[in-house]
């Protein structure tokens, strides 16, 4: 039998120095900011019952998502994402905090994604979840701390493109089409394919006005005056208020000073159908993928015993690094500070100052002289500019 | 500077889709005259063209490595990524079908029919919605021999004419699907290069118009 002991998982990467320096770097950096917004971190297990996800098996497909079984027979699994387990634990355990509550966090998820897309089944997320508002200016505070911590990550023009599934959400809703066509008309809609949209649309049993709205919907996207297209087409309150949150969300990024790295796009329907409102994510001129992904989904902590309206983020930090990377943002580990090389003689001194200098916060390495060899190749090649004898013959 | 990368598929849409893009202002001269070269820049119009293999479209684009493509409906079906499929060209056009044998003989091993396919993606899905279970062999080519070697019951692929079935005793049991091809646009792209992919996208639509 083949051994694989010399191999990892595909999808799972190691993280060698050099990267494994950036990838915490950013994780600082960015719960930092968030702490400093207000938001408070929280974690929750690797590892869920998978009744956290099936339950709402809408919200993500059962083949993405790892599962195992636990020594009683229950079904566990990894989780897909940080958004669910986190509204899990507001509803169940955090019912009673004074709201709005902010929280972040920062872990790993795992996800079976498709092999050919080449993307990782193993991946760090930073984010938040603001939970307990309706307010469109929460929903502004999350794309104005979205762009803030891009840039804090040293990200330079990253893009924000705003969508609102709420708009969407109401036409099908009001238009009464069964739940699998509904699915093809947003994938339709998702992937801006207007003739095969409209071939679809030709032949439903949807009203004329609903259906020029589906139409409009991939066209709609750029500029915020792209709201006023699809403004004049809208009588239903319940669509109107979808626009009107967007338009709610754009002024107070105008306020903020934001409003030029925004654009707006009414054809985005993620595929996570737990997003109610407003959705948006991330992007740079040089990654193909989004960064960062985001959006309100109010009635996803319900499902856990407890009505509360939420909104929240989550940043990929690989591909966050690999954005950086292509703008070259990342730098290599930075060595330590001092080497200390002592002998059986000066060992007391050498750790005595080793321990000085490590209390004023230099890294330190301190070697004792016989495992080091030649001291000054070993700093050279480590990039080491300090090397400090502690020996006899010094 | 910062181009915009275009993937064209080698081989039987290249042609068509050069002549596409020249009536829209864009120069593939040298891509046409040359034939080992796989990468053309263009500095007036700041145009990259990449030449790759059809199947491969799709994945250029999903990953960025292409702002924009051109490949056939059948390809991006097939690879399944989240993409822009934002304007159906016209050229290109054939039919993804279910075919078979005349004769169906026998009858009583109701084991699951065989499939043989260069598309097992399309294919899975097709019989998937029909609640049928198969199973599905993978092909690189030839696929028409599938049923006439005894590899698989049926294929599900793509015909044109319908003449080279027909030499191979075959016929259409079903129809999957209309095939053409596609300009398809990586997601980021359109967000943080809008306006000059919006531009070539208008420009593309606006002569597949006036072609109807």
Known sequence: ?394 | MSYITIALAKGRLADLSMDLLEHCGIDCSEARSSSRKLIFDDDNSGIRLILVKPVDVPTYVDHGAADIGIAGSDTIMEYGGSLYEMLDLGFGRCRMVVAGPDDKNGGIIKANMRVATKYPNIAADYFRRRGQTVDIIKLNGSVELGPLVGLSDVIVDLVETGSTLKENGLHVIDEVCQVSARLIVNRASLKTKHRTIMNIVEAVKAFVQKGE
């Not at chain 1, 027979?73 to 387990?85: C, E, F, K, N, Q």
């Not at chain 1, 230099?362 to 000054?376: H, P, Q, Y």
């Open chain 1, 1 to 394: 039998m083949e051994s694989w002991k010399l191999h990892i998982p595909e999808g799972t990467q190691d993280y060698l120095i050099d990267e494994c320096y950036n990838k915490e770097e950013l994780e600082h950096k960015l719960t930092d900011l968030f702490h400093r917004w207000g938001y408070r971190s929280v974690e929750t297990p690797i590892y869920e019952y998978y009744d956290v996800f099936s339950d709402s098996s809408k919200y993500r497909h059962q083949e993405e998502i790892l599962k195992f079984v636990d020594r009683n027979g229950r079904i566990a699994a990894l989780r897909p994402d940080m958004t669910v387990p986190v509204a899990r634990m507001v509803a169940t355990k955090m019912a009673s905090e004074p709201i709005p509550l902010r929280l972040c966090y920062c872990g790993d998820v795992f996800r079976y994604d498709d092999l050919q897309a080449g993307r990782q089944r193993q991946f760090t997320q930073v984010g938040v979840e603001l939970v307990g508002s309706t307010s469109v200016l929460a929903d502004a505070e999350l794309i104005a701390l979205t762009i803030t911590a891009l840039k804090c990550a040293g990200l330079d023009n990253p893009h924000i493109v705003i969508g609102q599934v709420g708009v969407f959400k109401s036409i099908i809703e009001e238009s009464g089409v069964d739940q699998p066509y509904a699915q093809r008309i947003s994938q339709l809609i998702d992937q801006k394919n207007i003739p095969a949209l409209a071939a679809l649309l030709d032949g439903a049993d949807i009203d004329d006005n609903y259906k020029e709205i589906l139409l409009g919907l991939p066209q709609w996207f750029g500029d915020v005056d792209i709201l006023d297209k699809a403004e004049v087409m809208v009588k239903e309150p319940t669509i109107m208020a979808g626009l009107d949150n967007i338009y709610g969300i754009y002024d107070a990024l105008v306020r903020w000073g934001l409003d030029d790295l925004v654009s707006v796009d009414l054809s985005i329907i993620p595929d996570l159908d737990y997003y109610t409102g407003m959705v948006f994510n991330a992007f740079v001129a040089e990654l193909g993928y989004s960064i960062c992904g985001g959006g309100r989904y109010d009635n996803l902590l319900a499902n856990f015993g407890t009505a509360l309206p939420a909104t929240g983020f989550a940043i990929g930090i690989k591909r966050l690094m690999l954005a950086l990377e292509r703008q070259g943002k990342l730098r290599p580990a930075p060595p330590c500070a001092y080497l200390i090389v002592y002998d059986e003689s000066g060992m007391k001194k050498a750790f005595e100052r080793a321990a000085q200098l490590r209390q004023q916060g230099f890294d330190v390495i301190a070697e004792a002289v016989e495992d080091v060899g030649d001291a000054a190749a070993y700093a050279s090649e480590r990039g080491i500019k300090n090397v400090l004898h502690f020996c006899r013959e010094d």
